[in-house]
């Protein structure tokens, strides 16, 4: 297909992620096959030199690994690896941590992000492949694709999707599908 897309019959297998033009630094295009929705980006845009705690949405092909969904207030993805989050579900975004950019479960000293939230922004969250093999400390965690408020304010480096825009682009995706942010 052209533009960078691919199709198959299991879904869109990749998608294309870039700042709106015009617009402001985390305001951003998401493309998906034919369909075309607004979305959230790092409040500092996007960045080829992402560090931790910079606010930039780091550019580049990411894979969605799997989903998290929060039981009841979303459906079940039909082409990519979902698992359902407990309320003691956390991820480490302490970067002197070898645990760093990991899930961890419980309570920790660590520095972490609590992936159950009361702001249904974690409903459905997708762990990117970002800095996950290898792991480099400082290069940037917890950068995922999840759900934004309907304003689609900036994130601090995700890309998110107002909700009822998420519930339209799940069921298009195969499995292995990128996000090409550039």
């Not at 992402?50 to 079940?76: F, N």
């Not at 093999?133 to 965690?141: A, D, F, I, K, T």
């Not at 689609?152 to 995706?173: I, K, Q, W, Y």
Request: aromatic residues 6%.
């Amino acid at each position: 297909m052209s533009q960078g897309f691919s199709r198959h019959r299991g879904g869109v297998t990749a998608l294309k992620v870039a700042r709106r033009i015009g617009g402001r630094e985390h305001e951003g295009r998401l493309i998906a096959g034919d369909l075309v929705l607004p979305c959230a980006l790092g409040r500092s845009g996007i960045t080829r030199r992402k560090r931790e705690g910079d606010g930039a949405t780091p550019a580049g092909s990411h894979e969605l690994l799997y989903v998290y969904l929060r039981r009841g207030r979303a459906a079940t993805p039909r082409s990519v690896a979902a698992r359902f989050l407990r309320p003691d579900d956390l991820w480490c975004d302490d970067a002197r941590s070898f645990l760093y950019n990991r899930p961890l479960r419980g309570k920790t000293p660590l520095g972490h992000e609590r992936l159950w939230r009361s702001d249904r922004l974690y409903d459905v969250v997708g762990v990117l492949d970002y800095n996950i093999r290898p792991r480099v400390l400082g290069r940037g965690s917890a950068i995922f694709f999840h759900i934004m408020t309907d304003s689609l304010g900036p994130t601090a480096g995700c890309v998110a999707l107002r909700a009822r825009d998420m519930a339209r682009l799940l069921p298009r995706l195969a499995k292995g599908v990128r996000i090409v942010v550039g």
